[in-house]
């Protein structure tokens, strides 16, 4: 079974800083999609960056971009130039790409704190 | 477009309760998916449905859960006989299918009396 290993419950960082949050994985599977997800106190989950593992190069989305490592089931996110409304969980989540079921594997989650 | 649609936001019932929750997908999307969110922790798989069809409910605790899509309406995921451990967010998201990602609602948090 796939699973998915957030080893930070929380995070803090300065404001304008960069911050790196952890996700590691473990499947038997060669194509699937990894995802970080954002959840601020609203409670809406924001779909922030995602990666397909057949890529080699890593995803960026402006400020955000991650550091896919395939062989040794890595997927951290890092966050420049942090700004206060980054602060929020964050949850690392799988997915297996065929299959009869889309369905995400999330981690436990790290809280990031952002201090002005 | 609305986005995926949720409701209600919060909902409280009593121990041995009957607690329905509905999720309208976004327009054009036909595939809805149920996650369960106890306090502290991670989203969790319950259900994946099409319209009409349960395609994978391999997360659904096995009594006292059930989910429908119809043909017509939202979606409904419905708890039977209500206890105090089924309090937690759930989340519906939908997808137009195949790989294409979800799009999340913002949930529904039940609270068991």
């Known amino acids: 079974a796939q699973t998915v290993t957030q080893s930070q419950p929380e995070m803090s960082v300065q404001e304008a800083e960069t911050v790196t949050l952890s996700c590691t994985y473990d499947?038997?599977?060669?194509?699937?999609?990894l995802f970080w997800y954002k959840q601020p106190p609203s409670r809406q989950m924001i779909l922030v960056i995602r990666?397909?593992?057949?890529?080699?190069q890593n995803a960026t989305e402006n400020r955000f971009s991650v550091n896919f490592q395939k062989a040794a089931k890595s997927f951290s996110l890092k966050i420049s130039d942090s700004q206060l409304g980054d602060a929020a969980m964050y949850f690392c989540?799988?997915?297996?790409?065929?299959?009869?079921?889309?369905?995400?594997?999330f981690g436990t989650g790290t809280l990031l704190a952002v201090q002005p | 477009n609305a986005g995926v649609m949720q409701n209600p936001r919060h909902l409280v019932r009593r121990r041995g309760q009957e607690a329905r929750l509905r999720c309208s997908p976004m327009?054009?999307?036909?595939?809805v998916y149920w996650y369960r969110q106890l306090p502290e922790e991670g989203l969790k798989f319950m259900v994946y449905?099409?319209?009409?069809?349960?395609?994978?409910e391999s997360g659904m605790p096995k009594e006292r859960f059930s989910a429908e899509f119809p043909k017509e309406g939202p979606s409904i995921l419905r708890i039977q006989q209500v206890v105090r451990g089924d309090s937690a967010a759930y989340f519906c998201?939908?997808?137009?299918?195949?790989?294409?990602?979800?799009?999340f609602g913002s949930g529904t948090r039940l609270t068991v009396v």
């Open positions: 998201a939908s997808s137009p299918g195949g790989a294409e990602g979800y799009t």
């Open positions: 499947t038997s599977e060669s194509d699937y999609y």
């Open positions: 990666q397909e593992a057949y890529k080699q």
């Open positions: 989540a799988y997915r297996r790409n065929g299959g009869a079921t889309n369905k995400l594997i």
């Open positions: 327009k054009g999307h036909s595939h």
């Open positions: 449905l099409q319209k009409e069809n349960i395609i994978d």
